[in-house]
């Protein structure tokens, strides 16, 4: 059973970077694509990034071109660099496969101040 444990996050303040952890203790070829997604407080939970197995990657225009979806095959993991940081960004964020989710991990909050 593949588990997911994402770490990395932190408070920033606007403008700064962070660098997101999501490490799975199985294969993330189980899965079509990985994603990272995000939930801000009174809000559901949005898909922000996607890498599928061939390395193509997709992303909300919310995040487009702040941040990257990268993985290290060797190491079951899977990064979010998320650079220009917003306010807006302000969430607790959690990877996941697709089309097919898992259990959800404890996510990692991040906390972009102004």
């Known amino acids: 059973q593949v588990q997911l444990v994402e770490s990395g996050g932190g408070l920033v303040q606007a403008g700064g970077s962070l660098r997101l952890s999501c490490a799975a203790s199985?294969?993330?070829?189980?899965?079509?694509?990985m994603g990272w997604y995000r939930q801000a407080p009174g809000k559901q939970r949005e898909l922000i990034a996607t890498k599928d197995r061939s390395g193509k990657t997709t992303y909300a225009d919310s995040v487009m071109g702040r941040f990257t979806i990268s993985r290290d095959n060797a190491k079951n993991t899977v990064y979010l660099q998320m650079n220009s940081l917003k306010p807006e960004d302000t969430a607790v964020y959690y990877c996941?496969?697709?089309?097919?989710?898992?259990?959800w991990g404890q996510g990692t909050q991040v906390t972009v101040s102004s």
């Open positions: 996941n496969g697709l089309p097919n989710t898992i259990a």
């Open positions: 199985g294969s993330i070829f189980t899965f079509n694509a």
